[in-house]
Each structure stands twice: as C-alpha cells, then as structure tokens.
C-alpha cells in the first residue's frame, strides 16, 4: 500500500538518474528497518526514487501525453508502516486534473477519497532488500480502475488486453497475494480467462511486475550506473497497460451497461 497523501511533504529532489549503492538496499533489511537512526540514509534513498520517478514523468508526459504525478513513500518508521521501513517506493498516478474528472464520473461520495494513492491504479518503482522492483498496480480499494480494467476487456477488449499483457515480456501478472502467476509475454487465453475468473475489484489487488533481483553481495546488476535508465524504460514499457487498465477519459467503461 502506499503512503497517504498529505501524511508528510515530499522531499526536495531534482529529475536525474541517481545510481543506487548498496547502502540502499542494506537499510531495509529486518535487522534495520526498525531503526530510526537510519531515518537519514533511507531518506537518501527516497530522494533518489523520487528523481527517478521525475524523469519518467517528464518522459511520459512528452513522448507518451500522459500527466502522472510522483509520490513517495515513508522512509521512517511510522504507525502506518507498522513501525518498519523494509520497503520504498515512488509511485506515479492520475493527474489532480484527472483524479477532478473521475470525481465528476463517480460522484462526491465514491469520489472522496481519491487523493490517497493507493486508491488509484498506479506505476511504481520500489526497492527492497533483496530486489528492485517495476511495476503497474491497482490495489483492492482502487475498485473503479479495476473494473473499468474488467468491463473494458469483458465489453470486447480481451486480445487487446493480452497483446499488451504479452508485450511485457519480462512481467507478470498476479493476483492478491496468491500462489498463482501469469507470465507476461506467451499468455493464453485460457490463462487470462481463469485470472478473470477469479479477480474481484473492490476485493483482489492486482499487479503486473518485474523484479530485479539484489541479495546482499550480488546486486551488480541493481549498482550499475546504467540501471536507473533502465528503470524509467521499463516504467515506459507498462504505459499502454496503464493507458488500458486505469480509468480516464479515453478509457472510459465505469457506468456502461454493455
């Protein structure tokens, strides 16, 4: 779940490419996650997403017309992150523009609660201990995204659906925190119609990732320097699912009875 909007400002940080080093991952780890002396080195790591975030939102808006904001998520312990940071992430969702026209779709009472983030559909980049991580994501509260995700493929979207499922080769999709996984890139219909079977808006999150893997002492791949540019073009990559999952005005199937 990500971290409520407004529950503290973001931090200062400039659009770039900052790499990643191994005191990144290291701060999150069990052993510290706990610790609120190393509220200033997550911080850091905040910071670094944050920039992160900001150049694929650059990127998205002009090669893609797509307004996403960045957010972060807490890097110090806190009653909502159950007193431990073992996770950090940025995370990219609708416009206030566009968060103002799903409120006039839904209506003042749906619509209230859509500046939390988790509560809209959502790219994310996130960091771990033991990996990084890329990903779209609708959480089980971001009911509207998830069933406009649903109508739109049920009213006749299904092979769009997974010929942009298909083109994450790399990705997969997941249900919840269930056992069950769907590889992007040689799903069958099958495969996708038993997802459909089971995954309820409102009840079921829902993610299409890929994790980089980091353990302590081989995370090379994660401290490359070319590894933060690699992150935004993955997060380009997930752009057309985002575009055809997440409710907006081009893809509008919330109310449509067909």
């Known amino acids: 779940m990500a971290a409520k909007s407004g529950q503290e400002p973001e931090p200062q940080a400039k659009a770039e490419l900052a790499p990643f080093v191994d005191?990144?991952?290291?701060?999150l780890g069990s052993g510290l996650a706990?610790?609120?002396?190393?509220?200033?080195?997550?911080?850091?790591?905040?910071r670094k997403l944050l920039s992160l975030a900001k150049v694929?939102?650059?990127?998205?808006?002009?090669?893609?017309?797509?307004?996403l904001d960045a957010r972060t998520s807490l890097h110090n312990p806190h009653a909502?992150?159950?007193?431990?940071?073992?996770?950090?992430?940025?995370?990219?969702?609708?416009?206030?523009?566009?968060?103002?026209?799903?409120?006039?779709?839904?209506?003042?009472?749906?619509?209230?609660?859509?500046?939390?983030?988790?509560?809209?559909?959502?790219?994310c980049a996130a960091i771990e201990n033991d990996f990084f991580e890329v990903s779209l994501r609708i959480h089980a509260d971001a009911w509207f995204d998830g069933q406009n995700l649903v109508k739109r493929v049920k009213a006749g979207g299904f092979d769009e659906w997974r010929k942009r499922l298909d083109a994450l080769g790399g990705f997969r999709l997941r249900l919840a925190d269930w056992k069950g996984e769907w590889?992007?890139?040689?799903?069958?219909?099958?495969?996708?119609?038993?997802?459909?079977?089971?995954?309820?808006?409102?009840?079921?999150?829902?993610?299409?990732?890929?994790?980089?893997?980091?353990?302590?002492g081989t995370r090379g791949g994660c401290l490359?320097?070319?590894?933060?540019?690699?992150?935004?073009?993955?997060?380009?990559?997930?752009?057309?699912?985002?575009?055809?999952?997440?409710?907006?005005?081009?893809?509008?199937?919330l109310f449509?009875?067909?």
């Open 183 to 216: 590889n992007c890139g040689a799903l069958t219909r099958e495969q996708l119609e038993e997802f459909l079977r089971f995954y309820k808006p409102g009840e079921h999150a829902l993610a299409v990732e890929r994790r980089f893997p980091a353990p302590p």
């Open 224 to 253: 490359a320097p070319e590894f933060p540019a690699a992150v935004v073009a993955e997060l380009l990559r997930l752009v057309p699912l985002y575009r055809f999952s997440a409710w907006s005005e081009e893809s509008d199937w």
């Open 256 to 258: 449509r009875k067909d």
């Open 80 to 123: 909502f992150n159950q007193m431990q940071v073992k996770r950090l992430w940025a995370y990219l969702v609708r416009s206030k523009k566009e968060k103002s026209r799903l409120r006039q779709t839904l209506g003042s009472d749906l619509g209230k609660d859509l500046d939390a983030a988790y509560r809209n559909a959502f790219l």
């Open 34 to 46: 706990r610790d609120p002396q190393f509220n200033d080195r997550r911080l850091e790591t905040r």
């Open 56 to 67: 694929f939102a650059a990127r998205a808006a002009a090669e893609c017309d797509l307004a």
């Open 23 to 27: 005191g990144d991952f290291h701060v």
